[in-house]
Structure formats: C-alpha cells, structure tokens
C-alpha cells in the first residue's frame, strides 16, 4: 500500500486507515506486485482531476452491475465502489465442496478479484447470507436491521458517495428478501448517513454526509414488456475505453466471469449498452448521472491550483518516458500537502499521486516470506527488495519490518527499522536478507468476521481486533479497534515491510504486505499470503459420525505442527452419555507441517439419548489448550486461503435400517453425501461420467447424482441412456437437485417434468405426508414429520413445478402465505426399477448430522431392495 506524509493531525491518521485509502501496491494479499502500462498511467493522471464519488449497493456477490462499474470507474473516472450486505455464504457452490463460511469467503476473494478487473473497491455489512428468502420482512427478523444500516451509513460516511446507486428495487420485484432489504436500507441509510443523531458513535471518525441522489438502476428483468422506457432516466455504458483496448461491456464480463463458484462466466458485450435509473431520493438526473455535482477541483477550496498542476502533467506526458512526469506530480504532492478544510479529497488523491509516482518510477517492491506460514513470536527468513526501473534519482532511504533481530536494527515495540540512505541504481535490484519475528500478541490469521460465533443472520466482530503500528509513528502501539476494519473485505495487514524512499529530496512511503513465493510447474510464478497459525492445529476426520447401533465408530484426529518440536496429547471432549477410548493420546511433531493422526473409538454408552449432539477434539501443549482446525481453499482464480475452523464435529444416535451395500455416486457441482453413505454403513464407488455404462451399472444397489449433476457434467447429455437403462433393468437411481437454467439436456427423468426456481426456504416448516403408504415413508425406515426437524438453512429448492403423472408425489410443504410444494420427492416406477428426484437440501443437511435426512437417504437408496 501506499501511505502519505506528513500527516496533519492523529485523527487524519485514523481517517487514512478506515476510508481504505492505502493501496496495497499488489491491490490483494497474495497478489503479484501492480505493474502499470503506459495507458494506464495517464488514465490515473485523468482520474487525478475528477473528484467525484459512487456507491453501488446491492446484496450478495455477483448481483453488482460490473457493466456499470467498469463504466463510472474507467470512463467517468470516478471513485466507485460496491457495498454488498452479504458475502453470499448462502449460496450454492459449482466449483467444490465449500458452503457457508467457506464459500463466503470464496465468494469474498472472487468479488476482490472482480474488482480488480473493473476498478472498482469493494465493501461489506456484517449481514450474513441465510440462504433464499422470500421476503424483506422475513429478512429482517433473521438480520439485525439496525445493524446491517448502521454498517451502511459507516461505508456511506467514509466514502462520501455523490451518488448512491441499487441494483433492486425495494418491493417484491427483486425477486429474493435480500434483494428488497439492500434496497429497503439503502433509502433509509441515504438519509441516516447525514443526520447526526444517526449512529452519533460513528462521528469520533467520520462526519455526516449527504449523498446528492439516490436511483435503482433497474432494466429490462424488472419492468413490464412493452413499457415505455422514455420515463427513466437513461446512459450509454457500453463505450470504449481506448486507453485500456476494452469497451466497457468487455471490461464487465471478465470482471463477472470472476464469479466461478456461482457459473457465471459472461461473453462480452460492445456497442451501445443503455442503463436506465430511477429516482428513488434526493435530486432528480436530468442530464448527467452527476446533475449538480462538481466534478473538478472546484470543489475543494484552493483546489484550482491542484488542478491546473495536473493538467499540466497530463498535457506534458510521456508515454514512452513516463518518468518524466515524476517532477510535475511532486509539485502536485506538494500543493497537497497544505491545510485544507477539506481533508477527505485531499487524502484520496494523495494516495493517487503517490501511487502515480510509483507507477512512472517503475517500483517494484516486495516482501518475500520464505516459507508460507508462522507461529506468534516465531522467526521466519525475509527476503526484501526494491527495484528503480527508471532514470529518475530514487535514494532508499529506511525500512521498517516485523520484529526482527534487535542486533541489526533499532526495535521499538513490535517493529524495527533500520537507516540504509543508499542510492537505488537503476534496473539494479536492492535486496536485504532478514530473520524476523511474529509478534506475541498477534492473533491467528482468521478472517475478522470469523474469529468470533455469530447468529445465523449476523456476523460478529471482535471490539478489538488486532495489534497495530503505525510506520510514521513507531513509538505509537495501539489497537486495531473494530471500527476500523467494518465494512473492509479482508483483514488489514499486520505483517508489512515499509519503504521510506526519496525523490528529488521528498520522503515517500509504500508498504507491502509479507508473502510468500513459489514456481508452479504449470501457473508459473504464484503468490500467497503470509498465514499465521497456531502452534499446533486439530483436524477432525468426516463431516458427521452417525451411529444406527452401539458399535464404535473410529474418529480420526489429525494434528497440524505449526513449528518444528510440537508435543502433548490430545483428548475428546464428547456429551453425557458417550465414550471415547483411550481418554487421549500423545503426539510428537518434530518438523513444522509434520502431521500426525491419531485414533478414538467413539460409541454411544447407555445414556447417549437419540438425535445430534457435538464432539471436540482438544491438544494441550505445556499447559495450553488448542482447539483449531486447518483448512486451505486454494483455487487458481483466487488467492489461497486458510481458515481455521473449531474443531468439532456432529455426533448423531439414531434407529436407522438399511437395505442394499453397493452406491455408485457420481458428483455434480461438489457435496459431502459420499460420506454421508459411508457414515452409515454404505461402500460408496465415485463414478466418472464414462464409467456410466449398462454393464457397469449392474452392480450397484443404487446410484446417486450429485446436486447439479444436470448442469455440470457435460456427459451426461450421452450417458443418459445408459441411467434409464440401468433403471428399467431394475436399478434405483437418485437424481439430487438441479437449477432449472443451463441442463445438459431437456429431459433429466424417464418421463417428463419441469424444473422450476420453487423452494421451501423455512427449514422446519411443517410437512404433510401425501402417500403415507409410499414405500419411500416406510422401508426400512418409518419417515414421520418428525424427521424434518433440526434441518438448516433450507429445506428444500429447485422443485419441479409441473410432472408427468407417472411420477408420485411423496410429501408437501411450503413457506408462509404460499400455496403447498408437492415436488419435494418425486418417484416414478421405470420398468423393474425406480427413478427418485428431490429438491430436499440433503447436501446440506447431512453435513450437519440431521437425523432425518439420514433416514431419507437411507429410504431413498433402499427403494425396490
């Protein structure tokens, strides 16, 4: 990042920090240092005399314009960001594995990484995505209403948007509660964010602001056919950007295509793209999205000096020798650096200018870890290193790292700096080879949003949430306070290298976080964050373990050496009633990453009581509990990522009867019910799309799709009749939920049916046996309304709305004020076999250890034995 001085006041400082004005000089952990192309320079010098501001609010990730982003922050050149209330934990997953928290966190980074396609910055409410609701109201007793404004009028206030912008109307047009509540709090926090009685705590760092209009951005999904289109308010964002080679539409749908986890990769779109808005609050647009908004430097006083030095720059540049803009953008930096009245335009555009210089000089700089992990109050090699790819004089003058060996440098607090006054030679690298130490007090890397328990609705976030420095005040170590950090998609970096350089006699400084580097034989150069993690880390084995009797289950526990000489034991904490034996086993880690597992045996004992309750896993080490797990999420269009999940997992007694041995599984878009089946007794054989043939089908019991197995395996458009073969033949085939757009083929059963976007979004609405003779409600396993308690998130999704009527109907239920779904569980007789499709949110519930959809399973793959 890059970071300004002299800094006029403490408060300016705090100001700098929580309007995410320091730039990360790669724009993400875990990124490639930024380089600029020429072009790309002199749209940043353009950007330098407009001052203006948007905010696009909408609800999850993916529901951003990037269309209209890429347009506001590349062609109007504005700042523009992208407020989300969720980051999209409730959605479904069609790259892998990862739900909730996991895929929130996925979906964090994929929308990072869509920003820094389309220019935008992004930010976040502590709203946590639920799952589909139907309606604002049923939202709201779900999110903390006060909260998730109060975390919009804090982005509203930071960033000081001209004007606001909502993808949703804020009516049942939006289609999903979520949807209506952005829009919903969006006119309310348009409001709140000017009235000083509103959120008064916010004002010891931010000041009220008043945007200068509110508009829905709506389009042709949200209004009638044939509606005159005249009455909005209208702009063409489908132009050509000459200075990045792109039109807007080409900029959006690379930026969308970020989306991976969601499928939504986009073709792109050139020539004329009309965006239509309506007036929700504030000013009316007549002819410019901006109407009464002063864009120049006009609008800050004295700022007309500023502007006149940047047009000079822009008139005298270079795009073969932009170094040569290096003198013209220091007498901007000066003209900066006087007293203002207002300090927030001034801040942004210092940020800008010394990003600027950067770019011409040709920096690179970087802050290499030599392995990818640490331990608080571990050491680590570092290697640091500048490069000046220009004629222009650059003097390194200090630099400022984590802890480190207080021999070589003068150590204040948790940072050492040392004076190195050495001239950079140009195209000559300096490096400096370092062991540093993690500070004590520094906490595991968690995302901030996770390092607490919050509410299925809501996030929560720690009162404190770091230790911090700051470079320009190295006697001053403070708290990174919760404020700080709201509404930011990452944590803030506490492990940086900071640079002091000098140019033409002016201190500049820039910081990086600390990563580290590896060669990928196939991605080639890769870069990942600097991870800190506990000094050891407790891996649970299986998503649930399911008992149908009282033999023992082997629960496997794997422990995690952060550092080398890692030992104690490890031991389960488990409810009244169950037995684990032994009481704990000893470990001994003697290499860093060195893993080792151990084994339980975990039964129930004569008290266990039916249904779910919940085992830990605990390793001491010299007197200390530890109680984390370690999961990586690494996918190449995103930067790794680790999380560090309690380690827990659900212990489940129920009476199950099963019937059949053999399932064939092929997978969909990524599930746990493999294991599920395992969990209870059933040998699982994951089937590849060409494994799918008459002969080879023949030896299962049953076989079970994946969820979206229709929408991701391509094969299946060819496969198809050897299924419905190995059905009439006498098989059981099991067909989990498919989304109703985007089937590899129209038919996906032996008889007709329409798939449709109907749910049931209340988890334990009531149910209604429809046939309770069915086989499926009574073999081997009696299904009783019982069994659809303690379910999460959803009960249901996808059904199909209309079928054939050789399919049988199982069950009904629905959500409040709606007319009953009866395609929950469909089943039609297909010559000597049976085809099952369902919509139940198995691939949830199973994880989750809920008994019933255990025995719906076990009912479903028994059908016909």
Not at 56 to 68: F, G, K, Q, S, V
Request: one cysteine or more; glycine letters at 8%; aromatic letters at 8%.
């Amino acid at each position: 990042m890059t970071l300004r001085c002299p800094f006029r006041t403490a408060a300016l400082l705090l100001v700098l920090l929580i309007t995410n004005c320091s730039l990360l000089i790669g724009e993400a952990y875990a990124q490639a240092p930024k380089t600029y192309s020429s072009s790309e320079i002199l749209l940043g010098l353009k950007k330098l005399n407009v001052l203006g501001s948007a905010l696009y609010i909408a609800a999850h990730p993916d529901d951003e314009n990037t269309r209209l982003l890429a347009y506001l922050a590349n062609g109007r050149l504005v700042e523009t960001g992208y407020l989300s209330a969720t980051r999209g934990d409730g959605g479904q997953n069609l790259i892998g594995p990862e739900l909730r928290e996991g895929l929130g966190v996925i979906r964090t980074q994929e929308l990072l990484a869509a920003r820094r396609i389309d220019g935008g910055r992004q930010f976040f409410t502590r709203a946590n995505d639920f799952g589909f609701s139907k309606t604002a109201a049923e939202t709201f007793t779900i999110w903390d209403k006060e909260q998730v404004l109060s975390d919009m009028v804090w982005v509203i206030r930071q960033r000081r948007p001209d004007v606001m912008i909502t993808r949703f109307p804020p009516d049942a047009r939006a289609g999903h509660g979520h949807h209506t509540a952005s829009a919903m709090l969006a006119i309310e926090a348009f409001s709140a964010a000017a009235d000083p009685k509103r959120f008064p705590e916010q004002l010891q760092y931010v000041q009220p602001w008043q945007a200068r209009r509110l508009l829905w951005n709506t389009g042709s999904f949200f209004v009638k056919p044939g509606e005159d289109m005249s009455q909005y308010f209208q702009l063409d964002a489908g132009g050509y950007n000459a200075l990045l080679g792109r039109s807007y539409g080409e900029i959006a749908a690379e930026s969308r295509t970020s989306h991976k986890s969601q499928g939504f990769g986009s073709s792109a779109q050139r020539g004329e793209a009309p965006e239509y808005f309506q007036l929700l609050k504030g000013a009316p647009a007549k002819t410019d999205l901006f109407d009464g908004v002063d864009l120049t430097w006009n609008r800050v006083p004295g700022g007309a000096a500023v502007g006149k030095l940047v047009d000079e720059v822009i008139r005298n540049y270079d795009a073969a020798n932009p170094s040569a803009s290096v003198a013209g953008l220091l007498k901007v930096r000066e003209e900066l650096d006087k007293p203002s009245k207002i300090p927030f335009w001034d801040l942004e555009k210092g940020q800008e200018v010394d990003e600027l210089i950067y770019a011409c000089l040709g920096l690179s700089i970087s802050a290499i870890a030599q392995e990818p992990t640490a331990t608080p109050d571990g050491k680590l090699g570092l290697a640091i290193e500048i490069l000046n790819r220009s004629s222009v004089p650059v003097k390194l003058k200090a630099l400022q790292v984590p802890a480190i060996e207080p021999s070589k440098f003068r150590t204040v607090g948790n940072m050492a700096y040392q004076d190195i006054n050495e001239q950079l030679v140009s195209g000559q690298p300096f490096i400096k080879k370092n062991s540093i130490t993690i500070p004590t007090e520094q906490s595991v890397f968690q995302p901030y949003w996770l390092r607490q328990l919050g509410t299925i609705g809501m996030y929560k976030v720690p009162e404190v949430v770091e230790d911090f420095i700051w470079p320009e005040q190295p006697n001053t170590r403070r708290l990174l306070e919760r404020w700080e950090v709201l509404g930011n998609p990452e944590n803030v970096s506490v492990n940086e290298v900071a640079f002091t350089v000098e140019v033409a006699g002016v201190p500049l400084y820039y910081t990086v976080p600390v990563q580290y580097k590896h060669t990928d034989p196939v991605r080639g150069e890769i870069y990942e964050p600097l991870t800190v993690v506990p000094p050891v880390m407790v891996n649970i084995g299986g998503q649930a373990f399911v008992f149908a009797d009282t033999q023992p289950k082997t629960v496997p526990v794997t422990l995690r050496a952060g550092k080398a000489g890692v030992k104690g034991s490890v031991a389960l904490t488990l409810p009244a009633g169950w037995v684990a034996e032994p009481a704990s086993r000893p470990f001994d880690l003697a290499a860093k990453d060195a893993e080792q597992t151990v084994q339980f045996q975990v039964r129930p004992g004569a008290g266990a009581k039916e249904g779910k309750v919940e085992l830990r896993a605990v390793a001491t080490v010299d007197g200390q509990p530890y109680s984390r797990g370690y999961q990586t999420i690494a996918y190449d269009h995103i930067p790794t990522q680790t999380l560090f999940p309690e380690a827990t997992a659900p212990l489940v007694k129920l009476d199950l009867k099963r019937k059949g041995q053999q399932i064939g599984y092929l997978m969909g878009a990524g599930d746990e019910v493999p294991e599920a089946l395992r969990q209870i007794g059933y040998t699982v054989t994951l089937l590849k799309p060409e494994d799918l043939t008459d002969i080879n089908l023949r030896r299962f019991d049953a076989v079970v799709l994946g969820i979206r197995a229709y929408n991701t395996v391509d094969q299946l458009k060819i496969r198809q009749p050897a299924l419905l073969k190995y059905v009439e033949n006498g098989g059981n085939l099991v067909v989990q939920y498919v989304v109703n757009r985007g089937t590899v083929l129209p038919e996906i059963g032996p008889y007709p049916l329409t798939l449709s976007r109907d749910r049931v979004t209340v988890e334990d609405a009531p149910v209604t046996m429809l046939n309770p003779k069915q086989p499926l409600l009574n073999t081997p396993n009696r299904i009783t309304p019982q069994d659809f308690t303690g379910w999460v998130q959803e009960q249901g999704l996808y059904y199909p709305e209309k079928w054939d009527p050789r399919y049988q109907t199982v069950i009904s239920s629905h959500d409040p004020d709606e007319p009953a779904r009866e395609g929950a569980i469909l089943v039609a007789d297909y010559g000597k076999g049976h085809y099952i499709y369902t919509g139940l949110s198995l691939f949830r519930e199973l994880p989750a250890g809920v008994p019933g959809a255990y025995r719906l399973l076990t009912n479903m793959v028994s059908l016909g034995k």
